[in-house]
């Protein structure tokens, strides 16, 4: 029987879940250097802290492992298409494009892949949020190239497929905690691989030189998308989703305090658009 509620402490422990992942996108979006190399230091400290992390967690159920194997494919060109979109746009135009665009698909094919089916309330909350997320990166100020937007609308497309496959792997692991650790250990080695094909030992120098950043980063990364793992186990994945990317505020909000990037009043009612949104889910 499907999930069909989400509870107040599900909602905080998500909306966590968002500061941190908007944290490890920052902290990529701010480094000065290749973008590639920069998504490859974060991928290698989450790798890290997984490994660390893997003798206290378990092993997750057999049956979890196919969704696990598909999800780590789905990842390269996760990373691959964030990679470029950081390198073409502003963090506060395309992490708000690819992240508001992923809920509304999860919906969609959460219906048909989950059968969720979601009220007339969820919707509208769902809508909300994807709505007011899309204006806060229109809005953006800096780079706003058809490129840039491209790449983000490819990466919303690929997080919208990953959030239903890890959802129902999540499900079916009986163990959340030790199949997302799994999975993040594992989903980047192939990303990694591929980029000291290409850029050899400067590739892995770079991510020595920056092992403090990598590790921070990766402990963010597999931290939030622990606790949202977690969360789908117990409530609509598509409603999970949604709330997810309300780390689209932190990350404006990091992007206008740290980056400089501007916010503006339009971005304002994107943001109050965002919080209605999440209202609607709870009332």
């Given amino acids: 029987m499907p999930v069909t509620e989400i509870t107040l402490g599900v909602t905080l422990a998500v909306l ?46 057999i049956a979890s492992w196919r969704f696990m194997a598909l999800s780590a494919a789905i990842h390269f060109g996760y990373y691959v298409t964030l990679a470029g979109a950081y390198h073409r746009g502003d963090l506060s135009f395309a992490y708000p494009l690819m992240r508001g665009v992923a809920p509304l698909i999860v919906t969609l094919l959460g219906v048909f892949f989950l059968g969720e089916a979601p009220s007339t309330k969820t919707v509208l909350g769902i809508v909300l949020i994807a709505s007011g997320i899309i204006v806060i990166a229109w809005f953006a100020s800096g780079r706003h190239s058809p490129a840039a937007a ?82 789908m186990t117990k409530a609509p994945v598509a409603v999970v989703a949604a709330l997810r990317e309300v780390s689209v505020l932190f990350a404006a909000l990091i992007g206008s305090l740290v980056l400089k990037e501007g916010f503006g009043w339009r971005r304002m009612a994107g943001a109050a658009t965002v919080v209605a949104g999440v209202a609607a889910l709870k009332l």
């Fill in 16 to 61: 966590a879940a968002g500061f941190l992942h908007a944290l490890w996108n920052a902290l990529l979006k701010s480094s000065a250097g290749d973008p590639v190399l920069d998504t490859a230091l974060i991928i290698a400290g989450s790798s890290v802290v997984a490994l660390v992390v893997l003798p206290f967690v378990g092993v997750p159920a």
């Fill in 150 to 231: 491209g790449w983000a609308l490819a990466n919303a497309a690929i997080i919208a497929l990953y959030t239903l496959v890890d959802g129902a792997g999540a499900r079916a692991s009986k163990n959340p905690a030790g199949y997302v650790t799994w999975l993040i250990f594992l989903e980047g080695l192939p990303f990694l691989a591929w980029v000291y094909a290409r850029q050899g030992v400067a590739a892995a120098r770079y991510v020595a030189l920056r092992w403090r950043r990598g590790l921070m980063g990766g402990a963010a990364s597999l931290a939030a998308y622990g606790i949202v793992l977690w969360a």
